[in-house]
């Protein structure tokens, strides 16, 4: 296990980034809707994005952008997710990165091209960006970029988020000490008509281009593609990590024993961002992890662990804080992943409630405390190979019809 | 088109079928909890079960008895699933029908064995069927049978129904009026802790068992496996439908024109039964229609209708009675289902709003209005192929999660 320190400071705390987040009116509110991470040299970049066959213009330009494998700005607005906009939305992604580009340029603080700026929108889908307002936000916000302004730039990309989220750790390497940062978004898995999770990770790391790719999409597939809250996926979705070197360690490359032990740091990092995500779920008032064990194959034990997970029986269970476990095993005998009908195991915390597929005898006054608690754990042995899957996840209350019936396009 | 006549009669309205539906205690409120349909002669037999793995005894030792494609009867109890029970479920199962076969032979009505008795049990999960109240209600289910006695059949297979769900149709094949009966079950595809959809259909026609067999695993795919409520499956679903041959018909075989307008009866009855259901579904205060049009495959398209139907994000929306397209469209895009991501045209009853993947203007008052209604109809075209699916659904309000969250096991 790799020692693992916590630290203040976000996306920021690396050496070599500045973050700046600003208000340009795209929110009506005048809440901060712009947000800028800048590395001072350039940085070796990586990114994951949304499988959504709907991808916003944000999105492609991020995809063909960040496929350079450098990148020195990442820019995000939020209360519009330039999604659905046709031709146009595609020129205004492209602007917006031409405009942070020349508007970094224009401080002297490189000679930047588009192609090393990554853009992300989260909002509303089908309108398109103001754009006058998003060029005075840049220019503003290039202007702000300061050493210490992480959470201005946590706050700036919020949507329905009640609160910033972002951290960032220490770890060593031999006897250097790195540093990664972090920011994400999101209540739930969605917000109303908004995106969903958008992730910025920095490091002062030296790393290959392809050690880092790697580490980062196995990274994303044990945390934020861990988590459900309704089982929606958005056009926006992006995590984009920035490793720009400063540190000065050897170079960490693929397979290397330093290469696990960034792994482990950066799994730490994007578990605790993703489960914040999950704590900030829309209505949301209780955390549930849910851990399949005794899986076939990972693939079967994360699909059950998924459709207990967006069950709304389930999901409504918890919330009447009640141990329906017939409601998790029908949820278990219908995800289609492999199991055995006679040996399912289910644990409340470190009671177990089932035993070979079969109800036991359990102390209701005990059950009934473990149910009242705000974190709850699920564990689900299938007995059947050697595979876990984590997931975690929220009830559904009646806030999240009312957050997501209330709200009005 | 067929024409079809609507009837009174539900599932004794065919020629040479009882039924009766009795309480024998097994629900503790002393409502009807069991149902049982009788054939006068041995009729052909075809069934469509759940694929859920935890699938339950009952459902087991019916799949075993259907495949002898004869069966006198089908008895069916609530209150209780007889799920999760371990070996004693199935040997309660076994017994089952064997009781209801040992009573019908006292009661002089034909050499029947039990394995042509068909047999379901919907309501809570994992707790072992009593099977001294059981066998009384067999008995005096046995005892009750009548020819009009179908409504009573119909309530005693309810459990978070607010209302029992029956209908009988009269058709024509040649100068033949055959008549075809049916009765269902459900309340959403989900009720608290219990199963979902189970349903019997009857008939006096004259048909092969493999052309029957074909025609109910068709009409299943156009109706009951195209609803939805939560994208639940139960653990005891189950279709079943008996031929009895009363009408005397010249014997309706596969790949004729009589197969052909009796395929077209059953599905009338079949979708205006699964309909029934998705009214009734749980806290539901819309019946939404979501027709695809346009896609490459009917597989692509059922996907695309069900991910939203099953969407939160969409339901609660209609419940909210908000056009929020944003949520459709990203829907649209993470089912999985091939699209063309610019040219996708959805319409809210006859009102188109999205045209090539963007909004279009409307008339606020007039959507407004459509939104109010309690029956709402959206149709997305993929612009891609020939293939329609149509699936119904229902909005996601505080009562749903009221009713499932107050529920307790």
Redesign the interface.
Known sequence: MVKVKVISGGVTAPRGFKASGVSCGIKGSGRKDVALIFSEVPAIAAAVF??????APPILISKKHVQEGVAQAVVINSGN?N????RRGITDAIEMAKITAGELRKKCLGKISPYQILLASTG????PLPMDNLKRGIQNAVISLSYDAHLDAAEAIMTTDSFPKEMAIEFKIGNKTLTLGGMTKGAGM?A??MATTLSVLTSDIRISHSCLKRALRKSVDKSFNMITV??????NDMVVILANGIAQNQEVVEDSKDALIFQEALDFLTQELAKMVVRDGEGATKFIEIIIRGGKSFGDAKTIAMTVAN???VK??F??E??????I??????SGAE?N??DIDIYLSHHQI?K????LPFNEGEIKEVLKDKEIRVTIDLNLGDSIATVWTTD???D???I??????
Chains 1, 2 share one sequence.
């Not at 949304?50 to 991808?55: I, L, P, Q, V």
């Not at 009640?322 to 409601?327: A, F, K, T």
């Not at 997501?404 to 396009?409: D, G, V």
Request: hydrophobic letters at 35%; a neutral charge; proline letters at 3%.
């Open positions: 949304t499988t959504n066959k709907m991808a997710a999604s659905c906009t046709g509303i889908i089908g309108v969605i109303p008509n309704d089982g929606e996926m958005s056009t069950s709304n029986l409504t269970a919330f009447g009640d141990i329906n476990w017939g409601r095993i029908a949820s278990i005998g219908h199991i009908p006679h089932v070979g597929s079969e109800g559904l209350s009646y999240y019809v009312k997501n019936a209330a709200y009005k396009t």
